[in-house]
């Protein structure tokens, strides 16, 4: 018998869940652009990941500012919630104490972190994920979600507002797909076009005018956080919004083909990239501020086509990432079968 208290509305989790392509695409699309935001701040050995800003000179270089820095790390942050709840639905009916599997999963990432943190890259973002996680998604599973959704409203407006956003505004996104979640938003998001297609819409006329009033500030203006903060989150939902769409066309299986894998060992991948970009660095040498933008192209293109084999050839023969492995032993406090069945 399960010891959670469902909130008003919840709906009943079964055993079995149907693993939803849709997130995995989505996910593995994330990891992309996460990976060409931080080629250049990962070959700064030791430094730790500032937001980035589109300093490079012409207009023909402005293009990472307006479409692929900050604008990834929010889906990123939005899928880590999703998966929150998930989880909680699968622990709910699987243990008698379904929040010390979420407890031990959370801490079982912040020692992935901390190591990922103090070897490789002070940029690391796990450590901050698990923090936040202990702090505002665990103790959310106790409210109902008509609560959830309205403090994620709340942290976003404030986070945005008050602190330009950034990283200020993961608890708000972490809650905010919990909610999606607890809604039974996400069961349903591959049931039809219409309503990404129509959200889509209502973002790309917000996102227009938004990089617009980022375009005309400089990075050093008081009011450029903001406007780089609003313009990359309405960015952000409309990448998901049109992969969405595009998952209800014939292009679905080419997606799934190039996108699944990557966002089925979305952790194996982000960590392993760190490792290869700090090869790649040691290789090309120079100060990575001056690389060009063709050669952070290049560098994340041929570690994303490595890991995409990687994990495509894994894949193959095991049901997750070696670190997904990992994680899912310390959340289940017990050894989880990896290999496929015969």
């Not at 402005?62 to 899928?79: E, H, K």
Request: aromatic share 10%; net charge positive.
């Amino acid at each position: 018998m399960s010891s959670r208290t469902p909130g008003p509305g919840d709906r009943p989790a079964g055993p079995g869940r149907t693993r939803i392509a849709a997130l995995d695409v989505v996910r593995g699309f994330a990891l992309c652009g996460i990976l060409l935001a931080n080629v250049k701040p990962i070959a700064h050995v030791g430094d730790a990941l500032t937001p980035a800003a589109p300093t490079l000179e012409g207009d023909t270089a402005a293009w990472p500012g307006l479409f692929i820095d900050q604008r990834f790390f929010p889906i990123f942050s939005l899928l880590f919630g999703v998966g929150f709840s998930l989880l909680l639905e699968s622990a709910a009916v699987r243990a008698a104490r379904p929040r010390l599997v979420l407890a031990r999963r959370l801490l079982a990432l912040l020692a992935i972190g901390l190591v990922h943190f103090l070897l490789l890259w002070r940029g690391d973002i796990l450590t901050a994920y698990a923090v936040v996680g202990l702090l505002v998604l665990l103790p959310s599973t106790w409210l109902p979600r008509w609560a959830v959704a309205c403090l994620a409203a709340v942290l976003l407006a404030v986070s945005l507002l008050a602190t330009g956003g950034w990283h200020a505004l993961v608890p708000g996104l972490f809650l905010l797909g919990s909610a999606l979640t607890r809604y039974g938003v996400i069961d349903r998001v591959e049931r039809s076009a219409r309503g990404p297609a129509a959200l889509g819409l209502v973002l790309a006329a917000g996102a227009v005018p938004a990089l617009w009033w980022q375009s005309g500030l400089d990075p050093y203006d008081s009011g450029f956080s903001l406007a780089f903060s609003t313009a990359g989150l309405l960015v952000a939902g409309v990448y998901v919004c049109v992969l969405l769409v595009l998952m209800r066309t014939p292009l679905r299986p080419a997606l799934r083909a190039v996108f699944a894998p990557l966002g089925r060992m979305a952790l194996t991948n982000y960590l392993t990239a760190t490792v290869l970009v700090l090869a790649a660095a040691r290789v090309l040498g120079g100060v990575p501020d001056r690389w060009s933008e063709a050669t952070v192209v290049t560098v994340a293109g041929v570690i994303l086509a490595v890991q995409w084999l990687w994990s495509v050839l894994w894949l193959r023969r095991y049901r997750q990432g070696p670190v997904e492995w990992l994680w899912r032993w310390a959340t289940w406090a017990g050894r989880p079968p990896l290999r496929r069945a015969a």
